[in-house]
């Protein structure tokens, strides 16, 4: 118990978030196992000029990790075994930690739900703009339990001396309509300018769950307390939002996720700032002397997406532009080119097992790593 607590007091808060981002990326990579809309989509606001979307659900039925597992590998053994050990050793002092080593999948999100990453733009000239990852949820009280856990065992690395101080927050708000976590730390510099201090926001970010979805947010750019505020309201915002102010909204996005692939990104200039758009537009038109000549819905009305996807011995990737009605007319008039939509597709075939190329690649990576790792590097590992 001593050892555990000596090397929990060593962990900052930023390797905490660094934990957690560790967490997302298991999710990302293998939580769904069958793909569906997901109760996320709610969650993604009409002023999103970029959504992307990951279908793990099929790229992990495509992975075949089962068969991964069944290889004849010391590796492979050596994992397992290493697993077990660490269960054992955590399962007296954390009920919960020894749950999820045993079932990742068990940890209050639902893993039949696709996951989306976008950004919402509030406003853009001061630095408003928010990266959100949205999903499903199984369980409420299971996150509320998790997160309650990690914040029992987070150390207290906050000090305070004549050169500065710092502070961590770690607050979990049960509220009746969403329960809201915000997370974030002060750092105080005196003498730096003018003998006087200076306080300086950073690690923000918050995570925010109802019985039916989920919404990590942060903002990168986040330096002072007025964007702990901004942060709240847009978690308010973006768990009110009304029919009219959803994504679903858009029809260029819901042609886009109709046709979902593996892993797919979606982009439009609908959601940013009109003004920002004519200034676009009229730099446009001084670059090109007033050839081009072209007005906000133009911009505005265009879309693109790509989609790639993971196939038996090939990978494809297809990118996709629909055009609005002023830029058709555009290349009519110079180029003589009648189109609403540029797309190009490209598959790559290099295995003709059969298999899916994910699944190809999975095994090929096991199997060299094999032979490269030695017992006692896994053990360091562990």
Not at 41 to 54: A, D, E, R, S
Not at 90 to 107: C, F, H, R, W
Not at 353 to 371: C, E, K, M, P, Y
């Amino acid at each position: 118990m001593d050892k555990i607590k000596d090397f929990l007091s060593q962990i900052s808060i930023l390797q905490y978030v660094l934990i957690a981002v560790v967490l997302f990326t298991i999710y990302f990579l293998s939580s769904l196992l069958f793909s569906s809309n997901s109760s996320g989509i709610q969650l993604i606001p009409k002023n999103t000029p970029f959504v992307g979307v990951v279908s793990a659900g099929d790229i992990l039925e495509k992975a075949n990790i089962e068969d991964i597992l069944d290889l004849d590998l010391n590796l492979i053994e050596d994992i397992q075994d290493k697993m077990e050990d660490a269960i054992d050793m955590v399962e007296d002092q954390s009920e919960i930690a020894a749950e999820i080593l045993k079932n990742p999948y068990e940890i209050g999100i639902d893993i039949n739900q696709d996951l989306f990453i976008y950004v919402p733009v509030e406003d853009i000239k001061k630095s408003e703009v928010y990266l959100c990852v949205s999903g499903g949820v199984k369980n409420s009280e299971k996150i509320i339990e998790i997160i309650e856990e990690i914040e029992d065992k987070i150390p207290n690395n906050n000090y305070d001396d004549e050169y500065g101080s710092q502070k961590s927050y770690f607050d979990l708000d049960e509220d009746e309509d969403y329960n809201l976590l915000i997370s974030y730390t002060i750092n105080t510099y005196r003498g730096y300018y003018d003998d006087e201090s200076s306080e300086y926001y950073r690690d923000l970010f918050a995570f925010a769950w109802d019985d039916d979805k989920f919404l990590f947010i942060t903002n990168p750019d986040s330096r002072d307390e007025s964007s702990v505020d901004l942060l709240e309201d847009e978690v308010e915002k973006l768990f009110n939002l009304q029919s009219d102010e959803k994504i679903s909204e858009n029809g260029s996005f819901n042609d886009f996720y109709s046709s979902k692939t593996d892993l797919c990104v979606w982009a439009s200039a609908e959601g940013i700032d009109e003004d920002l758009i004519s200034e676009m537009v009229e730099e446009i038109d001084d670059e090109t002397r007033g050839e081009i000549d072209l007005d906000e819905e133009d911009i505005m009305e265009s879309s693109g997406s790509l989609f790639y996807n993971f196939g038996d011995g090939e990978i494809s990737i297809k990118t996709q532009v629909n055009l609005s009605e002023g830029i058709q007319k555009i290349l009519k008039e110079k180029l003589e080119i009648e189109t609403s939509e540029l797309s190009i597709e490209y598959k790559a075939k290099f295995d003709e097992s059969g298999d899916n190329t994910i699944h190809v690649a999975l095994r090929s990576i096991i199997t060299l790593a094999d032979q490269f790792i030695s017992p006692r590097m896994l053990r360091r590992l562990f």
